[in-house]
């Protein structure tokens, strides 16, 4: 799954993204409120972590505006509070499960995996496919035909981002958040490098160019008519 993670506290942070990768889930980082707001309503992900005590919006707000905005992604709110009051006010903003901190990291997969379960996505966006390049989320299997592609874990999730922006242009710098994080130190050459490998494997063969450059701006995937 494709999960996002909006927790200030760094260290508790990159636990929980060593731990989610760990289980190939795929994961972004936000260390505030608005720029959680600001990832969760620009991309697509499959389930939102929440830490309730946020800088600038807290994760009650950030909840109640993706709601307001029709953004359905199941959300686990993440908080040391744990009264009757503070639970209705959570689910009131629009919040799908509670996990009390402390917890164990067993018990936090648990309730993701349930989370991704509620989720109704469609089996089109369950499997990603342009010409006949295919890409089936659930299981992170990709192929060009009949043949299986063996991707790395950053090629998959850089093909799984630019597939499901096919036919509109990504920009540079969204890639590079999308695929390696906010705030990542990414040299400017290094998303180009792995593009060139991602072509290597999908265009293999002489097969018809999926993946393409927008000068000055960045990439997106689509089939030439």
Same mark, same amino acid.
């Not at 993204?17 to 991309?43: C, P, V």
């Not at 981002?161 to 990542?184: D, K, P, T």
């Not at 072509?199 to 999926?210: F, Q, S, T």
């Given at each position: ?59 009650? /707000? ?56 509620? #989720?109704?996505?469609? &089996? ?30 950053? /090629? ?22 999308? &695929? ?19 072509? #290597?494997? &999908? ?23």
């Amino acid at each position: 799954m494709r999960i996002l993670i909006i927790e200030d506290d760094r260290v508790m942070a990159g636990l929980l993204q060593k731990g989610l990768e760990e289980e190939n889930h795929i994961t972004n980082l936000a260390y505030d409120g608005r720029a959680g707001l600001d990832l969760a309503s620009d991309y697509n992900f499959d389930v939102i972590v929440l830490d309730w005590m946020l800088p600038g919006l807290d994760g009650i /707000e950030v909840s109640r505006r993706l709601r307001k905005n029709g953004n359905s992604t199941p959300i686990l709110m993440l908080t040391a509070r744990d009264s009757m009051p503070d639970i209705v006010k959570g689910l009131d903003a629009g919040t799908d499960d509670f996990l009390t901190k402390p917890f164990p990291f067993a018990v936090l997969l648990a309730r993701i995996r349930a989370l991704g379960r509620r #989720c109704t996505l469609s &089996v089109r966006a369950r499997r990603l496919e342009v010409g006949d390049l295919a890409v089936d989320t659930a299981s992170r299997r990709v192929f060009r035909g009949k043949q299986e592609l063996h991707l790395t874990a950053t /090629e998959y999730r850089l093909l799984e981002f630019l597939m499901r922006h096919q036919g509109g242009a990504a920009s540079r710098m969204a890639i590079v958040e999308a &695929v390696w994080g906010l705030g990542a130190e990414i040299e400017e050459n290094t998303l180009d490098a792995f593009i060139r490998l991602l072509r #290597c494997k &999908v265009e293999a063969g002489n097969k018809p160019r999926l993946v393409h450059t927008v000068r000055g701006f960045g990439y997106r995937v689509f089939q030439e008519p």
